[in-house]
């Protein structure tokens, strides 16, 4: 690939030139300093990949993008900065990766690699949509087919991922067993229509026949398909559960790809958590002991136990200065406790800070949203996003994985759309959608219904539970009986920094009950009340959880 350079900071290109000189395929043609020069070159030679600084004086990297592309629209832009603040307008522009200075020989390693397999499939002009109905482009326009069994057998050809397709099993597959022993009058005429259809967009070389056989060229092709099975992870979060939906014979496949993807997108564990064991509604994700914190001579939580199983939504009450926060502010890492143990899957561990929180899974949906709202939707998700090998940013790759998640857990989003012109409910789907692209396991939802409308608090509701569904577990915050009492599974009361109630509701308040007991005298909470003795004050001791 012919590259080309361009930096202010002549010591840059330098370094940069040095750690990838012995890179194969890569040939450095040009490195400039002047934007205008390296415009000017473009415009007389081939190139195909810009490495492009983007705080530059005068034109800067995002100009100078626009103009190359103008030049040779499938150039590959990289943009590379030492100011993450430029983050955002690189993804406007749509640029293809960015990396942070300083980088490193594996950072441009890892983008040069990507370069390459972009370039790859520019390259092809086949391609094969498997996910869903089956569909095959050339030079990006569809393919109309003579016939629907010479399209099916084209889907069948491809299946065989450059295996040979026997006469056998083509008849088998696209007429059925019954047929399979009778005369080859529909196959032969199905093998003319495919070959006359493949001659009407210059496409003959892909196909091998053979005596009593067909096989796809699978090297001059590209497909979503074949890119799953590479392990690329924008084709896993494409693959929704449907696969060459028109054919029968394809069925089979659709389960052995949605093992895959449960085992590909799957989140690596972070350090200091075990991964999820079969029978997780038993396990016990989070459990705080004996947890107190102090400011002076006041204590905001007083030997607090407070614990959350996976799949559960545990309620928080109290009033106005009952503690939740401060204890909230614990678990989140804002607030350090003065006393007490934090356990995550079992093991102990330290937060120090809300990005430590972040990567042992805890996420929190603050009752004022946390969005910035000159951004969209799509850019509020990935701000400071950390997980990027490189570091560059694809904008694409990320939209897939946003939309996938959405569409998981019923997340309505249009990430195009500026903060400003979505609805409160939207706003807070954002700041879900935020939290589980982060890889939280614990969501803490703070009065997520103080702002909603009643049938906004209906979709929260369908959210959570299809959310516990899965094995993730929510803290729930809110001062409405009602509420409380249809989602919760278990409830923890606090009073002046102190535990008085805990346990279940009980009759017919259940989670899905959708009505409370309002008879006079009948008591809410059903729940184990504390008898110990009361401390200083009169304010009660703890109890022990369920």
């Given at each position: 690939?012919?590259?080309?350079?361009?930096?202010?900071?002549?010591?840059?290109?330098?370094?940069?030139?040095?750690?990838?000189?012995?890179?194969?395929?890569?040939?450095?043609?040009?490195?400039?300093?002047?934007?205008?020069?390296?415009?000017?070159?473009?415009?007389?030679?081939?190139?195909?990949?810009?490495?492009?600084d983007?705080?530059?004086?005068?034109?800067?990297?995002?100009?100078?993008?626009?103009?190359?592309?103008?030049?040779?629209?499938?150039?590959?832009?990289?943009?590379?900065?030492?100011?993450?603040?430029?983050?955002?307008?690189?993804?406007?522009?749509k640029?293809?990766?960015?990396?942070?200075?300083?980088?490193?020989?594996?950072?441009?390693?890892?983008?040069?690699?990507?370069?390459?397999?972009?370039?790859?499939?520019?390259?092809?002009?086949?391609?094969?949509?498997?996910?869903?109905?089956?569909?095959?482009?050339?030079?990006?326009?569809?393919?109309?087919?003579?016939?629907?069994?010479?399209?099916?057998l084209?889907?069948?050809?491809?299946?065989?991922?450059?295996?040979?397709?026997?006469?056998?099993?083509?008849?088998?597959?696209?007429?059925?067993?019954?047929?399979?022993?009778?005369?080859?009058?529909?196959?032969?005429?199905?093998?003319?229509?495919?070959t006359?259809?493949?001659?009407?967009?210059?496409?003959?070389?892909?196909?091998?026949?053979?005596?009593?056989?067909?096989?796809?060229?699978?090297?001059?092709?590209?497909?979503?398909?074949?890119?799953?099975?590479?392990?690329?992870?924008?084709?896993?979060?494409?693959?929704?559960?449907?696969?060459?939906?028109?054919?029968?014979?394809?069925?089979?496949?659709?389960?052995?790809?949605?093992?895959?993807?449960?085992?590909?997108?799957?989140?690596?564990?972070?350090?200091?958590?075990?991964?999820?064991k079969?029978?997780?509604?038993?396990?016990?994700?989070?459990?705080?002991?004996?947890?107190s914190?102090?400011?002076?001579?006041?204590?905001?939580?007083?030997d607090?136990?407070?614990?959350?199983?996976?799949?559960?939504?545990?309620?928080?009450l109290?009033?106005?200065?009952?503690?939740?926060?401060?204890?909230?502010?614990?678990?989140?890492?804002?607030?350090?406790?003065?006393?007490g143990?934090?356990?995550?899957?079992?093991?102990?561990?330290?937060?120090?800070?809300?990005?430590?929180?972040?990567?042992?899974?805890?996420?929190?949906?603050?009752?004022?949203?946390?969005?910035?709202?000159a951004?969209?939707?799509?850019?509020?998700?990935?701000?400071?996003?950390?997980n990027?090998?490189?570091?560059?940013?694809?904008?694409?790759?990320?939209k897939?994985?946003?939309?996938?998640?959405?569409?998981?857990?019923?997340?309505?989003?249009e990430?195009?759309?500026?903060?400003?012109?979505?609805?409160?409910?939207?706003?807070?789907?954002?700041?879900?959608?935020k939290?589980?692209?982060?890889?939280?396991?614990?969501?803490?939802?703070?009065?997520?219904?103080?702002?909603?409308?009643?049938?906004?608090?209906?979709?929260?509701?369908?959210?959570?539970?299809?959310?516990?569904?899965?094995?993730?577990?929510?803290?729930?915050?809110?001062?409405?009986?009602r509420?409380?009492?249809?989602?919760?599974?278990?409830?923890?009361?606090?009073?002046?920094?102190?535990?008085v109630?805990?346990?279940?509701?009980?009759?017919?308040?259940?989670?899905?009950?959708?009505?409370?007991?309002?008879?006079?005298?009948?008591?809410?909470f059903?729940?184990?009340?504390?008898?110990?003795?009361?401390?200083?004050?009169?304010?009660?001791?703890?109890?022990?959880?369920?």
């Amino acid at each position: 690939m012919k590259t080309i350079l361009v930096d202010d900071m002549l010591l840059d290109l330098q370094l940069f030139e040095l750690k990838c000189a012995d890179m194969p395929d890569f040939e450095i043609v040009g490195k400039f300093t002047n934007p205008d020069q390296a415009i000017a070159y473009a415009a007389g030679h081939v190139v195909d990949f810009a490495l492009l600084d983007i705080d530059m004086p005068g034109m800067n990297g995002m100009e100078l993008a626009q103009r190359l592309r103008q030049i040779r629209r499938d150039i590959i832009i990289v943009f590379a900065t030492a100011h993450p603040k430029f983050a955002v307008d690189a993804l406007r522009m749509k640029a293809d990766y960015m990396i942070f200075k300083p980088f490193d020989r594996e950072d441009i390693a890892d983008v040069m690699e990507r370069a390459k397999l972009l370039r790859r499939r520019q390259n092809k002009r086949f391609f094969f949509r498997t996910f869903g109905a089956f569909d095959m482009l050339v030079d990006g326009e569809p393919v109309r087919f003579r016939s629907a069994k010479a399209k099916e057998l084209m889907a069948l050809c491809l299946y065989r991922q450059g295996c040979p397709a026997s006469i056998h099993e083509i008849v088998e597959c696209l007429w059925g067993e019954e047929t399979a022993g009778a005369d080859s009058t529909g196959y032969r005429r199905t093998i003319k229509e495919l070959t006359d259809t493949l001659r009407d967009y210059a496409a003959e070389e892909l196909i091998l026949r053979a005596r009593g056989s067909l096989q796809l060229r699978l090297e001059l092709v590209d497909s979503d398909y074949q890119r799953f099975l590479d392990g690329d992870p924008d084709a896993v979060c494409q693959f929704q559960g449907s696969f060459l939906r028109q054919y029968s014979w394809a069925e089979p496949m659709v389960y052995t790809l949605q093992e895959k993807k449960a085992a590909d997108a799957r989140p690596p564990v972070p350090a200091g958590r075990k991964p999820i064991k079969e029978g997780w509604k038993l396990d016990e994700f989070l459990r705080m002991e004996h947890v107190s914190k102090r400011f002076g001579d006041f204590y905001a939580n007083k030997d607090i136990d407070f614990s959350v199983r996976r799949g559960e939504v545990h309620t928080l009450l109290g009033e106005n200065g009952a503690g939740k926060s401060t204890l909230m502010n614990v678990l989140i890492g804002l607030y350090q406790p003065t006393e007490g143990t934090i356990y995550l899957d079992g093991k102990k561990v330290r937060i120090d800070s809300p990005a430590q929180a972040v990567k042992l899974g805890i996420g929190m949906v603050h009752q004022h949203f946390m969005l910035v709202e000159a951004m969209t939707v799509f850019e509020n998700i990935i701000l400071g996003d950390r997980n990027t090998k490189g570091v560059f940013i694809d904008r694409e790759a990320r939209k897939k994985e946003i939309q996938a998640l959405s569409a998981r857990y019923g997340l309505d989003a249009e990430l195009d759309k500026p903060i400003t012109e979505i609805s409160v409910g939207a706003q807070q789907r954002v700041e879900i959608l935020k939290a589980l692209y982060r890889g939280a396991e614990l969501l803490i939802l703070d009065e997520p219904s103080a702002a909603l409308t009643d049938m906004e608090v209906e979709g929260l509701f369908d959210i959570m539970r299809k959310l516990t569904g899965e094995g993730k577990s929510i803290i729930f915050i809110s001062h409405k009986m009602r509420e409380v009492l249809r989602i919760s599974d278990r409830i923890t009361i606090l009073r002046a920094g102190r535990t008085v109630l805990h346990g279940k509701p009980g009759g017919n308040h259940r989670r899905g009950a959708g009505q409370s007991d309002d008879r006079p005298g009948a008591d809410p909470f059903p729940l184990r009340k504390d008898h110990r003795a009361r401390g200083a004050g009169g304010v009660p001791g703890k109890g022990g959880l369920p």
